[in-house]
C-alpha cells in the first residue's frame, strides 16, 4: 500500500520517500540543506530516551528532527 | 607574518563535520582543536603553507550546511567567497556523504570556479564498500579530485600540489557556470539535489547495504540504558579525575618548593632589597606555584579524557539525549554541546552558542553558560570536595564518593542551568520555540594517544599562561596589599575586614569574597588570593598537596558549611571579565551582558545565604 504520512508517523525501521518538506521558514530550509529533500528517501533509524526527537537516515548521515518538526515533513511510505 | 611574502591565498570549504580542521592542520602543521561534532569551527582560523616555495596562505571557513545566509557563518562564508578574495577554494567532502555533500560543492562553484575538490575520509568509505570513480568526478565537476585520509596524512602531499597548480593556472578548471533560476531557497537546493544524485548515479558504486543505527547508538540513546549510561561515563570520568589529582599536584608542590629555596639563596646571595625579595617571590612566585600545582593537575586529567570522548562523537548523542527536557524549558538541544564547552572554558562556550539558530534559545545559552562551572573553577570544585567531603589520601571509597559529589554538583548545575533556562524563556527572553535538527555522525575510534598528548599539552600551556599573565600581576598586588599599611593595618586587612559581614552572612568571610572580585580577570586565581590573604596573616607555608591546604583552611575557621557556600558561589557568581565582553560580543547588548552577571550573582547570594542560615540555625 502507499500512502502519505506524516514523517513524525513513520514507524522506526521503516523507510519512506519524501514528498514534501513544510516546516517553519528557517528550518525548513536547514532541513533541505541536510538532504531532506523531495525524492530523498529516509528511514527511522532512532528513539531518543524521551521518545522525542527521532534520529534518520538519509543520504547516509544520521539527522534528529523533533516530532514538532518532523510533522510538517510529509513522506510517501510504502508496506504491505 | 609579512603580507607581502603571501604568493597565494587558499580558502578551505565544507559541510560540517567532514573533517575540515583536520585537513587544515595536516596542509598547516598547526594543530586547531579538532572534534567529531558539527560547528566546532566557529570563527576563521588562517595558517600558512609552503609548496615549491611558494607561500600560500589557508583560511578555514566555518562548516556550513550551505551558502544562503540563513546563519552567521553561512554569511561569512559566502562573503569570503564572493568578494573573490582566494585565488582557489578547497572543498572538503566525507567521501561516505558524497551525495549530500555534492550539493554543497555544486553551490560552491557557482561562487568560485577555480577549486580542488578534497575526497576525505576515502579510506573509510571504501572500506564500506563504496567506491567513487575519482576521475569521472572530477571530469563531471570540471575541478581536479584528490582521494585523502587526513588523519592518516595520506593524500596530503598531493593535495598541495594540486592547490599550487590551480593557483598558478598550471592545471585549468572547467566548471560549468550553470544558473539554473530558481524562484526560492528550496527550488534551488531541489535542483542542486537533483544535479549531485545525477552525478553520484555516474560516479559511485556502492556494494553495502543500506545504513541502519549502530549498535553502540541503539545502546547509548535507548530508552532504558541512555541516561544512565550518560551519568555512569561522566561517573568514570570524575572519578579518574580525583584518584589523578592529588599526586602530581603533591609533585607539583614539592617542586616548586624546591625552586623556591633556590631562588631565596639567589636573591640573598645577590643582596636584593627586602621588598623585592618579598614582592617576586612571596607574591608573585608562591602565586605563580599555586595556581599551577592546583589548578593543573585536574584539568590535565579532565580534559584530555573529555577530548577523547568529544572525538568519538558522542557528544550529539548526549543532545539527541536530552532535547526533551531542553525543549520543555524553553531550550534548545544543542545548548548541552555549548555546555560541554562551558566546562573547558566559558567564553569559548558562549561563542559556540552560534550553533543555535533562533535568538532567543542563543540568547538564553548565552546567559545560562555561566553556570557550568569552567576550567578556572572546576579545581576549585575538586579541592574543596577532595578536602571536606571526601579524603581522597583513603584509598578507592573516598575516590568513587569524589566522583559521586562531582557528578551531583554537575547535576545541580544542570539542573540550574535547566531551570534559568525556562524562567527566562517565561520571562524575558519570549519567543517562539524553533525547530531542531541534528546531524549525528558515525562513532569514530578516536586516536588515543595523539588527542591525549596534544590536549594535555593545550591545557598545560592554557593554565601556564593564564597563570603568568594573570596569576603572577595578581600575586603581587596582593602582596602589595598586604604589606602596605595604613594607619597600623594592612590595605588587605581593611578591606577584608570591610567585606567580612557581608562574607560571614552568606557563610563566607572577607577573605572569600575579595577573592571573587580580585578574581574578576581570571578565576584561576581565586584561590590563590585566598591563600595570600590567609597566609599573610599567619605563618607561611609552601603547598604540598591538598592536606596543607585543608589545614590552613580550617585554621582560618573554615567548616565544611564554608566549603559548601564556596562551591556554589563558585557556580553562581558573575563571569570572568573575558566571558563578559564575549557575551557583549555575541549580543551585541550591555543589557544582555549585566544580566548575565547580575542572574547567578544574586542567585548565588541568596542560596549562600540561605545555607548560612539554616546551618546556624541548626548549630
Redesign the interface.
Known amino acids: 500500500m502507499d500512502e502519505i504520512i506524516r514523517l513524525s508517523e513513520l514507524p522506526t525501521g521503516c523507510?519512506a520517500v519524501v514528498e514534501e518538506?513544510n516546516?517553519?521558514e528557517?528550518?525548513?530550509?536547514?532541513?533541505?540543506?541536510?538532504?531532506i529533500?523531495?525524492?530523498?528517501e529516509l528511514?527511522a533509524?532512532?528513539?531518543?530516551?524521551?521518545?522525542?526527537?527521532v534520529?534518520y537516515?538519509?543520504?547516509?548521515?544520521?539527522?534528529?528532527?523533533?516530532k514538532?518538526?518532523s510533522s510538517e515533513i510529509f513522506v510517501r511510505w510504502r508496506h504491505e | 607574518m609579512n603580507e607581502t611574502q603571501i604568493d597565494y591565498r587558499v580558502a578551505l570549504a565544507g559541510n560540517p563535520n567532514v573533517g575540515k580542521s583536520t585537513i587544515f592542520n595536516a596542509l598547516t602543521g598547526l594543530h586547531q582543536h579538532t572534534g567529531n561534532w558539527t560547528g566546532k569551527t566557529v570563527s576563521l582560523a588562517t595558517g600558512f603553507f609552503s609548496a615549491d616555495n611558494r607561500r600560500i596562505e589557508l583560511t578555514d571557513l566555518p562548516g556550513t550546511?550551505?551558502m544562503?545566509a540563513?546563519s552567521e557563518e553561512e554569511n561569512v562564508t559566502r562573503l569570503f567567497l564572493e568578494s573573490a578574495q582566494a585565488d582557489c577554494a578547497v572543498i572538503v567532502i566525507d567521501s561516505?556523504?558524497?551525495?549530500?555533500n555534492l550539493?554543497?560543492v555544486l553551490e560552491v562553484l557557482s561562487l568560485q570556479s577555480k577549486a580542488v575538490l578534497c575526497l576525505n575520509m576515502s579510506d573509510e568509505a571504501e572500506k564500506k564498500g563504496m567506491h567513487i570513480n575519482a576521475e569521472k568526478l572530477s571530469a563531471m565537476l570540471g575541478i581536479p579530485v584528490i582521494k585523502t585520509c587526513a588523519v592518516k596524512k595520506t593524500g596530503v602531499k598531493e593535495l598541495k600540489k594540486m592547490i599550487l597548480s590551480v593557483c598558478d593556472g598550471t592545471r585549468v578548471c572547467m566548471t560549468e557556470q550553470k544558473h539554473e533560476i530558481a524562484s526560492n531557497?528550496?527550488a534551488a537546493?531541489?535542483l542542486l539535489?537533483?544535479r549531485s544524485?545525477a552525478i553520484c548515479e555516474a560516479c559511485v558504486t556502492c556494494s553495502s547495504p543500506?545504513?541502519?543505527?549502530g549498535r553502540l547508538?541503539?545502546i547509548l540513546?535507548?530508552?532504558l540504558t541512555?541516561?544512565p549510561l550518560m551519568l555512569l561515563l561522566f561517573l568514570l570520568l570524575f572519578w579518574l579525575t580525583a584518584v589523578g589529582a592529588n599526586y602530581p599536584s603533591e609533585w607539583l608542590g614539592m617542586l616548586f618548593g624546591k625552586v623556591k629555596e633556590w631562588l631565596s639563596l639567589l636573591f640573598e646571595w645577590m643582596n636584593a632589597p627586602a621588598f623585592l625579595t618579598g614582592l617576586l617571590i612571596d607574591g608573585v612566585y608562591t602565586t605563580l606555584s599555586w595556581v599551577v600545582s592546583v589548578m593543573l593537575p585536574p584539568m590535565a586529567i579532565f580534559f584530555p579524557l573529555f577530548a577523547l570522548l568529544e572525538d568519538s562523537g558522542y557528544l550529539p548523542r548526549i543532545a539527541?539525549?536530552l532535547?526533551?527536557?531542553f525543549?520543555r524549558c524553553g531550550a534548545h538541544?544543542k545548548q548541552s554541546l555549548t555546555m560541554a564547552m562551558g566546562l573547558g572554558c566559558n567564553a569559548c562556550g558562549v561563542t559556540g552558542c552560534r550553533i543555535i539558530?533562533?535568538p532567543q534559545e542563543r540568547t538564553i545559552a548565552i546567559l545560562t553558560n555561566n553556570m557550568m562551572p569552567c576550567n578556572g573553577r572546576f579545581p576549585i570544585l575538586i579541592a574543596m570536595i577532595l578536602m571536606f567531603f571526601a579524603h581522597a589520601s583513603f584509598g578507592l571509597a573516598a575516590s568513587v564518593q569524589a566522583a559521586l559529589l562531582m557528578v551531583l554538583l554537575l547535576m545541580l548545575s544542570v539542573l540550574l542551568t535547566l531551570g534559568m533556562s525556562k524562567l527566562l524563556s517565561l520571562t524575558i527572553v519570549r519567543g517562539a520555540?524553533?525547530?531542531?535538527?541534528?546531524?549525528?555522525?558515525?562513532y569514530r575510534k578516536p586516536q588515543v594517544l595523539k588527542t591525549i598528548g596534544r590536549s594535555l599539552l593545550d591545557r598545560a600551556l592554557f593554565v601556564l599562561g593564564r597563570a603568568v599573565i594573570v596569576a603572577a600581576p595578581a600575586g603581587a598586588v596582593i602582596w602589595l596589599c598586604a604589606n602596605i599599611d595604613i594607619g597600623g593595618q594592612s590595605v588587605l586587612k581593611i578591606c577584608t575586614d570591610f567585606f567580612d559581614p557581608f562574607g560571614r552572612f552568606i557563610g563566607l568571610d572577607g577573605v572569600v569574597v575579595m577573592a571573587f572580585l580580585l578574581g574578576f580577570p581570571a578565576n584561576e586565581t581565586v584561590i590563590p588570593i585566598m591563600l595570600m590573604a590567609y597566609l599573610s596573616s599567619g605563618v607561611m607555608t609552601d603547598y604540598s598537596g591538598y592536606g596543607e591546604l585543608l589545614s590552613l583552611l580550617t585554621s582560618n575557621g573554615w567548616t565544611w558549611v564554608t566549603a559548601v557556600c564556596m562551591c556554589v558561589m563558585t557556580v553562581l557568581h558573575f563571569p570572568c571579565s573575558t566571558t563578559c565582553l564575549t557575551i557583549k560580543k555575541e549580543t551585541g547588548s550591555i543589557k544582555w551582558t549585566l544580566l548575565a552577571a547580575a542572574i547567578p550573582t544574586a542567585l548565588g547570594i541568596m542560596l549562600c545565604a540561605l545555607i548560612a542560615a539554616v546551618s546556624r540555625f541548626l548549630a
Do not use: W
Open positions: 523507510s518538506v516546516c517553519a528557517y528550518l525548513r530550509n536547514r532541513v533541505l540543506d541536510m538532504g529533500i523531495r525524492g530523498a528511514r533509524v532512532l528513539l531518543s530516551p524521551f521518545g522525542d526527537p534520529a537516515a538519509v543520504k547516509n548521515t544520521m539527522i534528529a528532527l523533533r514538532r518538526d | 550546511y550551505s544562503t540563513f561516505n556523504v558524497i551525495e549530500r550539493s554543497y531557497h528550496g537546493a531541489y539535489s537533483q544524485k543500506k545504513k541502519n543505527a547508538d541503539k540513546t535507548s530508552k541512555g541516561i539527541f539525549n532535547d526533551a527536557v525543549a538541544g539558530e533562533s520555540p524553533s525547530g531542531f535538527a541534528l546531524e549525528l555522525p558515525p
